[in-house]
């Protein structure tokens, strides 16, 4: 079983901060791009930030530069994604997934269809509301 699991979503008033996490069992992160993606209720999927199986390659939505961060600490089979200054238009359930390094082209990975990635999370709500 490959399992992903997402923690760390809430209820924030706009300007703080969440930092969400997506914590793989089953199998180890080390040779997988992972991408953070979101959906609201009425709109379509979009892809939020990815970051390589390295470390070495990040991307971010132009909507969140900025003010999100992805970082992966390897050793705890995790993934994390620091949100600052949040605003209500980043409301949504956030998702993570992985995807095998060799079915993910990177600098595409915002754009990747859903079936390209091998696992995804059950995902986690962030509400942004004063």
């Known amino acids: 079983q490959l399992q992903l699991v997402e923690s760390g979503g809430g209820l924030v008033q706009p300007g703080g901060s969440l930092r969400l996490s997506c914590a793989a069992s089953?199998?180890?992160?080390?040779?997988?791009?992972i991408g953070w993606f979101r959906q609201a209720p009425g709109k379509e999927r979009e892809g939020v930030s990815c970051?390589?199986?390295?470390?070495?390659?990040?991307q971010y939505a132009d909507s969140v530069k900025g003010r999100f961060t992805i970082s992966r600490d390897n050793a705890k089979n995790t993934v994390y994604l620091q949100m600052n200054s949040l605003k209500p238009e980043d409301t949504a359930s956030y998702y993570c997934a992985a995807g095998k390094s060799g079915s993910i082209v990177q600098r595409m990975c915002l754009m990747t269809q859903p079936s390209r990635f091998s696992s995804w999370g059950q995902g986690t709500q962030v509400t942004v509301s004063s």
């Open positions: 970051i390589s199986s390295s470390g070495g390659s990040k």
């Open positions: 089953g199998f180890t992160l080390e040779n997988y791009v």
